[in-house]
C-alpha cells in the first residue's frame, strides 16, 4: 500500500481542506505516515503573502532533495490548473520538484491524476469514491478530523471583493456558497461525534448566501447551527469576516446565541479612509467604527481581534498616524499585524513606485504594535483571578506525572496550566492566575482537577 503525508501552510481553511484532502487519500488506499516516509507528499499551499510561497517552494525543494523518488503534489492558493507535468501548463510546473498539482475543489478527482505515478498500486477498487471533482463534490467529502472537539466546517469558498493586495480571488475563484442543509448536515455528523467548538470557514462567510440562490443569510445560519447547543454544541466561531456584510441581523443573531463566543475577528486592514481606498475595501473607517460600537452594544463583553497591514504603497506617516488612533480609541484585544509585502499578480505589487522602504516599514509595525499592546494587556489584566471556561487543544508532558495543557478561553485568549493527564478536547474550568503579555497560566479549581484526575493505574495481576 502506498503512503502519503499533508503539510499545510496557512489558515483555518487550509487546515480544514488538508482534512478534505486525506479522506480521499483514505478512500484512495493510502496509508498516512510521517513526511519523511512518503511515497507522495502533498503540499497544501498559502499565498498570503510570497514568504508563505516561498516557504512551500524551500520545503519541496528539501524533501525532492533528500529523496529524489518521493512524488510532490501542491494543491491550495497556489494553484491554478489541475494536472501534472504531461496535462497542465500550470506555471508550478517550471519548478523541478512539483509532480501534480490540482485545485482544492478538485480534490475528488485527484486519485486519478495519481495512477499514471503510482502504477503499482490498483486503483480499480476505489472508482466510485472519487467522484466527478465538482465543487459539489469537494464540499461533500467527509472530513478526516484530527481534533473531533474543534472542527471547522467550510460553508463557502472563493471571493468577489477583490482587494488589491490579495491573490486569493484569482486562485480561489469567485464566491461560491454549499447548500445550507449540507452545512447543518455535516455540523450536526460532527456535534454527534463530539464536537463542543465549530468555526465556521470562508473567505467572506458573512456574504454567505444557502446555495448558489437567494439572498446573503449568514445570520440565519448562525442561528440554526445554534442549535447544536442542544446536542452538545458549545462554542460557534467563524472566520474570515468581512465589514462590508456584516449587517445588524448578523449582530442581532450573535447577540442570542447560546453558543456565542464573546470574541469577534473583523479585518479591517487600515484606519485610514484613503489607505482603504488604495487597498479596494469598500468601507469606511466610520462604517467600520459604527459595527463595533452596535456589536459592543448587543454584547459588551465581546473581545475585538482584527487583521492590519502596515505599510502600503503610498501610506504617509500621517495616514500610519491616523492607523494609530484609530487602534487607540478602539482599544484592540488583539492585531494580526503583517507588514506589506508585494504578493506577485496583484494590482499592489505594481505600485512599485510608491514602495516604501523595509526600515520604515518595520518601524511603523512596531510603532503600531505599542499601541494594540497597551490596550490588549490592560484588558487582559482584568481577567487574572477569574475563572474561565477553556477548551484544550494541546498538551506537552512535564515531568512527575503532570501535563501542560493549553487551550482558549471563549474570548480567544490563550491559557496554559497543570492537570494530571492530556486533557484534549475537554472544556475545563480554570483559575487565571497570571498574564505574561498575550497568555495567562491557570490552575483548575480543587473540584474541576479531581473531575479531571488522571486515571487510576491498571492493577498487573499474576497468575
Ligand atoms: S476580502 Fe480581500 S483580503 Fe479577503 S480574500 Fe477577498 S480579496 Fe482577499
Redesign the pocket.
Known sequence: MPNYAIRTFGCQMNHSDSERVARMMEKAGFKAVEEDQADLLIVNTCSVRQKAEDKAYGFMTKHKRANKDVKIAITGCMVRQTGDRETSRDPLFSFDSVDIAFRIEDTARMPKLLERHFTDHDFSGFEEAFGDGSIENYFNIVPKVENKAQVFVPIMQG?D???T??I??FTRGREISRPMADVLEECRVLVEAGAKEITLLG??VNSYKDGEKGEKCFAKLLLEVDKLYEKGLSRTRFT?A?PQDFTDDVIEALANMKTRCPYIHL?VQHGSNQTLRAMNRNYTIEKYNDIIAKIRKAMPDTTLATDIIVGFPGETEAQFQELCDFADTLKLDFSYTAIFSPRRHTPAARMEKDFIEMDEKKSRFHRFDEVVKKHAFARRAVFVGKEAEVLVEKSEPAGNGLYRNAGRTREFFEVWFLAGRSLIGKEVKVTLEEQKGYVFSGTMPEVEAERFKAPAKLKVLSV
Open positions: 471571493c471583493k477583490f482587494c493586495y490579495c486569493v480571488p473567505q467572506n474570515s468581512h479585518p
